[in-house]
Nanobody, 122 residues
Framework: QVQLVESGGGLVQPGGSLRLSCAAS????????MGWYRQAPGKQRELVAR???????NYADSVKGRFTISFDNAKNTVYLQMNSLSFEDTAVYYC????????????????WGQGTQVTVSS
């Protein structure tokens, strides 16, 4: 089966940095795009950044200039470099992939990782 495995979350002080990784594995035929979303307590899940397999990226206004998303096609892995972290960045970060997987027939769907906690605290 297909898996999205995230890593890199943790506790960081304001102004610090973290790098999240998400590796997709399994019967993957192709990946159209991958992205990062986050959900803070009591809030809806929101887009943080997304990147296509061709390298076109978009960001939430709140993270522009601080976060950088990148995609390694060879490893089916997306990264999120987060700099200048603030209290407002505290959330569970989820990896998402729009990709085609092969079971009996090719199927294009939306897949999610299990989430990784990012906590910004002094």
């Amino acid at each position: 089966q297909v898996q999205l495995v995230e890593s890199g979350g943790g506790l960081v002080q304001p102004g610090g940095s973290l790098r999240l990784s998400c590796a997709a594995s399994g019967s993957i035929s192709s990946i159209y795009s991958m992205g990062w979303y986050r959900q803070a307590p009591g809030k809806q899940r929101e887009l943080v950044a997304r990147i296509t397999s061709g390298g076109s990226a978009n960001y939430a206004d709140s993270v522009k200039g601080r976060f950088t998303i990148s995609f390694d096609n060879a490893k089916n892995t997306v990264y999120l470099q987060m700099n200048s972290l603030s209290f407002e960045d505290t959330a569970v970060y989820y990896c998402n992939a729009d990709m085609v997987v092969v079971t009996v027939l090719p199927y294009r769907g939306d897949y999610w990782g299990q989430g990784t906690q990012v906590t910004v605290s002094s």
